[in-house]
RNA sequence: GGGCAGUUAGUUCAGUUGGUUAGAACGCUUCCUUGACAUGGAAGAGGUCAGAGGUUCGAGUCCUCUACUGCCCACCA
């Protein structure tokens, strides 16, 4: 692209990215053969990716997340790591499923038309069509994955992974099949773990019913007072309830423990049970007890060996259990129920209750909990494992106050309901035997036990009919039968998402990759997923590894709206990275985003402005560099050439920032602190480089002086140059297109193809640090700045060329504005500037004062005196109060004998420049009159 | 109910281990199309750092309490 004024992100963007991809530089160094010297090295970087939804499109919280992931994965591959980030995207079994399942419905079809087979087989057509979407989007980002080595959960390789990990913990005896109390979601028809389901507080209602006590009159209208009343918020599972509890050591109720009751509209005969699980103080300190539909009835229900009756099919209706219900949809079902109730005078009231309700996190349906066969891992061995890494040091999440939360989670740990009964996933590697089995079909009850809790022992070592295989076996081990059927139910998918750091790297085979990059490096990823899969990470590295698989663990902030929000599609709130992308370019979004990082990133789409202007600056400022070096020759340039003796004093001023900065961008990299560097960084081009150094580098490079102006061509290529390199990781695309131009400077000179490969501008030393000319820059700026603000004060037009007096109050100063004299009468438009030591006003004159000196500028007659002299007083009274405070600080003995000698000098600095610039106001203001 | 964050300029946020007269971006005011850039340049206005105590020579920064906001977790029906 020819160097127009504006940067055009659409010119270059795909080419560059097409280009890095098919020449391979997105694959770790060791595995091309053309990188320079780096063919082995042993220090491998590696990132795996967050594995995005199939079904899923690149939203903003993708695109931060990535951005970090790339600036991390470039910065340390041009630090010459070997740099590995891999790719990919999980099946979202649930997600994906109802997606099809929605487009079969167009043609009014459902799965079960089809059948399993063919079913699937749409599916994996609609993910050879769709399922790239993300990926292609993740391109466009800039995101430099290795995509030789991109995988998907569904895949063999993981598939086997998926299967080797299921049977290695069964074996262990950490898988187990029973029924429980699981959160259902009547909508997809499936059992879902605890995480996924979504606790909102609703404002519910809490109905007080009237349930009669058995025996005296036989039925419920001549009751009398001969009832209880209980409190609930799900009217409709009172069809199975088996109980009524109230608490042992409650006077009210204690005469009625044993008796029964009368349970209405089932008319069936229910105990009065004691249990300290129930508080006296809720309600009306009586429960009913439903132990198929709520978990904590689960358990008291087996507490005392009461019946389970499940009221309710898989969609959500009531069944044959529920009489004259059943059929009715279980919200319909309440509503009739409670109009039952209340013509019978059985219903009391309604009071309006605050609660919280589990919603699937997939079609955010109200969640049922629900009895039933499922298979779960037992967590308590595996989080152990994980507490016990934690001691080691070997967990370090940051920042660290996400390691509470973490910890929590696993000190609360619970045991994961891992099947779901829908068709699109692994399907669990368990065969089931007819005829060994026949009396566990139909769902039969095992020994219940409190759920969230494991089972003391997990029974299987007596054969019940199931068999757990890495193959799908031929007979049945005991009765040789081959009548086996396959367990119907797939696994969740982070079952296979809790592999992903090793599974991609190839295991269960010992693959070179594994060997090499496992544990991989960091981990970057949203605070929401931390339970989901971190976690779960962790523990899945540590029991099929026995490796914790990542060293440290980045959390970036969430993204929101402007209004606070969460951005998401549903609340239409959402700003699509892909259209910023269009409009300003993969850079500005990247750049914008990572600058906002430091927390929660409260997203407007005037903040990508902030992006699109830096990469426009920093374009500009390179297309500058490259205009003076028309005629320059010598592109390798060594550092090792530039002598301070010889340097003009900006040069040696940039060089020295340019260093320290680097510093500092590297050290915050370290860190994780994105958004400090790239701030850094922000303010380093733009400020110190732009405004200040290429202002100065214009009148030595336009000047006469050709050994002066080889040189600051010299500095400008060579800062430049290292701006480039430091810029990429943040923004690859403009940085690349010009870093080319500069290439094609440095002929004759070994430079990488790419920008990707040049090496890393940070060395350890410092080799131009250079307090002197710091100290010379900064009183160049404030005489610039003193003039500059004079003029803007004075209303004096740029073209009115102004005649400055510089009373320096020490020789030093004064040298040091002598040399400065070409650049400071550029820079603020002069026709003079005297440096002098003593000076004598003469005429009108204004000035500005400061501690080293004061400038002065002579105005014929134009001005109002009035004002600058209300202003003088202002700084004089100010100055006396600075120096006030200042003198009451120092004479504090407390002060003086307790702080240290540095701040004491400083202090006692502060003061002397206090005065010195009081005696300047002073005079001023009394040769004003 | 438990936990975690936040409260700093009109707005959105920085502010490392306590140590210059608290910074930036956007917005605002004034001036400037000077050959890198108007997606720009120069100058300026704007803050009792949520409130109250405490520790300290010194607090935006550490401690305690209070108020508000947001998030996460939790089986009180």
Avoid at 453 to 462: F, N, V
Avoid at 497 to 511: I, N, V
Avoid at 700 to 712: I, N, R
């Amino acid at each position: 692209m020819e160097l127009d004024k504006q940067y055009d992100p659409k010119q270059v963007e795909t080419k560059w990215y097409s280009l890095w991809e098919s020449e391979g530089y997105f694959r770790p160094r060791s595995d091309f053969p053309g990188a320079e010297g780096l063919k082995e090295t042993s220090n491998p970087y590696v990132i795996v990716i967050p594995p995005p939804n199939v079904t899923g499109i690149l939203h903003m919280g993708h695109a931060l997340n990535n951005s970090i992931q790339d600036i991390l994965v470039r910065w340390n591959r041009m630090k010459g790591a070997d740099a590995l980030w891999v790719p990919g995207v999980d099946h979202a079994g649930i997600a994906t499923q109802n997606v099809v399942e929605k487009k079969l419905a167009k043609e009014k079809k459902t799965r079960w038309d089809l059948g399993r087979e063919k079913f699937l087989k749409e599916v994996w057509k609609w993910k050879e069509e769709h399922g790239s979407t993300i990926t292609r989007q993740l391109r466009r980002l800039g995101a430099s994955c290795d995509w030789t080595r991109e995988r998907f959960t569904m895949d063999e390789g993981l598939s086997k992974a998926v299967r080797e990990a299921f049977v290695t913990l069964y074996e262990r005896g950490l898988i187990y099949r029973g029924n429980y109390i699981i959160n259902w979601c009547p909508r997809c028809q499936t059992a879902l773990s605890d995480e996924e389901a979504a606790h909102k507080d609703v404002q519910g209602g809490l109905y007080h019913i009237k349930y009669p006590i058995a025996g005296k009159n036989g039925s419920y209208e001549k009751m009398g007072d001969d009832h209880i009343v209980v409190a609930t918020t799900r009217p409709e599972t009172m069809l199975g309830d088996t109980a009524v509890a109230v608490n042992p050591d409650d006077p009210r109720y204690k005469h009625l423990i044993g008796k029964k009751i009368v349970l209405p509209l089932v008319n069936r005969e229910i105990p009065v049970i004691a249990d300290a699980f129930v508080d006296p103080e809720f309600g009306t300190g009586i429960v009913k007890v439903t132990p198929a539909h709520d978990p904590n009835d689960f358990a008291m229900g087996h507490r005392h060996h009461l019946e389970q009756v499940n009221v309710m099919t898989p969609d959500g209706k009531i069944n044959e259990h529920g009489g004259a219900y059943k059929g009715m949809d279980r919200f319909e079902a309440r509503k009739k129920i409670l109009h039952d109730l209340e013509e019978l005078g059985l219903f009391i009231k309604r009071d309006s209750h605050l609660h919280a309700v589990g919603h699937c996190y997939r079609c955010d349906t109200v969640v049922e909990p629900y009895l039933s066969k499922q298979w779960f891992v037992k967590m308590q061995p595996l989080a152990d494992k994980a507490l016990k890494a934690h001691e080691q040091g070997k967990t370090v999440f940051s920042p660290d106050r996400w390691t509470k939360v973490y910890l929590n989670w696993l000190h609360g740990i619970r045991d994961w309901c891992i099947s779901r009964q829908i068709w699109w996933g692994h399907q669990i590697p368990a065969w089931h035997c007819k005829k060994c089995q026949a009396a566990d079909i139909g769902g039969r009850m095992e020994d219940g036990v409190k759920p969230g809790s494991s089972p003391s022992a997990i029974r299987h070592p007596s054969f019940d009919g199931i068999i757990v295989a890495r193959e799908t076996p031929k007979e049945c081990p005991k009765c040789k039968g081959k009548d086996l059927v396959q367990d119907p139910d797939v696994l969740d998918t982070w079952f296979s998402s809790w592999l992903w750091p090793f599974s991609t790297l190839g295991w269960p085979e010992k693959t070179g990759d594994l060997k090499k990059f496992y544990p991989t490096s960091d981990l970057v990823t949203a605070p929401e997923i931390i339970f989901f899969w971190v976690a779960r990470m962790i523990m899945a590295g540590l029991e099929f590894r026995g490796e914790v698989p990542f060293r440290r663990i980045y959390i970036h902030g969430t993204v929101r709206a402007a209004s606070g929000l969460k951005m998401s599609k549903s609340l239409g709130n959402s700003i699509d990275p892909l259209e910023v992308i269009d409009e300003m370019g993969a850079d500005a979004l990247r750049y914008s985003l990572v600058m906002l990082s430091a927390q929660d990133v409260y997203l407007s789409r005037e903040k990508f402005e902030m992006g699109r202007n830096f990469t426009n600056k920093v374009w500009n400022a390179c297309r500058f560099v490259l205009m003076q070096l028309e005629d320059f020759k010598d592109g390798s340039v060594d550092p090792g050439q530039f002598k301070k003796e010889t340097l003009s004093l900006p040069s040696r001023w940039i060089l020295s920032q340019f260093e320290e900065k680097a510093a500092e961008i590297e050290r915050y990299l370290g860190q994780f602190g994105l958004a400090q560097a790239a701030g850094e960084l922000y303010h380093f081009v733009w400020d110190d480089f732009c405004d200040w150094y290429i202002e100065l580098a214009k009148p030595m490079v336009q000047g006469q002086d050709a050994a002066l102006k080889h040189q600051t061509q010299q500095v400008l290529f060579f800062v430049c140059e290292r701006i480039l390199r430091l810029l990429h990781p943040f923004m690859p695309f403009v940085t690349e297109e010009i870093w080319q131009k500069f290439k094609e400077k440095a002929k004759g000179t070994r430079w990488p193809k790419t920008l990707m490969l040049a090496p890393w501008p940070c060395d350890a030393g410092r080799r131009f640090g250079d307090a002197a000319a710091q100290k010379a820059i900064g009183i160049l700026q404030k005489a610039v700045s003193g003039i500059r603000d004079l003029r803007s004060r004075f209303r004096i037009a740029p073209a009115n060329k102004l005649k400055a007096v510089v009373a320096c109050k020490e020789e030093a100063t004064r040298e040091v504005l002598r040399t400065f004299e070409r650049e400071v009468k550029v820079l603020a438009r002069l026709e003079t500037l005297d440096c002098v030591l003593e000076f004598r006003k003469e005429g009108a004159m204004v000035a500005n004062a400061f501690p080293e000196f004061d400038i002065f500028i002579s105005l014929e007659g134009i001005l109002d005196l009035g004002e600058e002299k209300k202003r003088l007083q202002k700084k004089l009274q100010e100055t006396e109060q600075w120096i006030t405070a200042l003198r009451a600080k120092l004479e504090k003995p407390s002060f003086a004998e307790k702080a240290p000698q540095e701040i004491l000098e400083k202090e006692k600095e502060k003061l002397e420049d206090a005065k010195k610039l009081l005696v300047s106001y002073q005079s001023q203001l009394a040769s004003l009159g």
